[in-house]
């Protein structure tokens, strides 16, 4: 079965970085994209980042342009988010996803906080 398994969360300050990480395993991993979406408390859960599934291109929200950068390694069936300079309103569960399938990892939390 699909298993998708988030790990790298934590607490952080402000202008700190954390990296992601998303295992996956039960199909085919090089063949779907893959997406990271977040949920903070009280909000609704959205889109982050999504990778293609040879990872030739990537799309991201407009509030991480520029500071976080989703990769894949097809090698290893993980797919990764580098989050650079942080800020508080980053802070919430992330979790990765199968694009365009409804299979979601546990998420991980990550806190932005001095």
């Known amino acids: 079965q699909v298993q998708l398994v988030e790990s790298g969360g934590g607490l952080v300050q402000p202008g700190g970085s954390l990296k992601l990480s998303c295992a996956a395993s039960?199909?085919?991993?090089?063949?779907?994209?893959m997406s990271w979406y977040r949920q903070a408390p009280g909000k609704q859960r959205e889109l982050v980042a999504t990778?293609?599934?040879?990872?030739?291109?990537?799309a991201y929200v407009d509030s991480v342009k520029g500071r976080f950068t989703i990769s894949r390694d097809n090698a290893k069936n993980t797919v990764y988010l580098q989050m650079n300079n942080l800020k508080p309103e980053d802070t919430a569960v992330y979790y990765c996803?199968?694009?365009?399938?409804?299979?979601w990892g546990q998420g991980t939390q990550v806190t932005v906080s001095s």
């Open positions: 039960g199909f085919t991993f090089s063949s779907y994209g």
């Open positions: 990778i293609t599934g040879a990872g030739r291109a990537t």
């Open positions: 996803k199968v694009t365009a399938q409804p299979y």
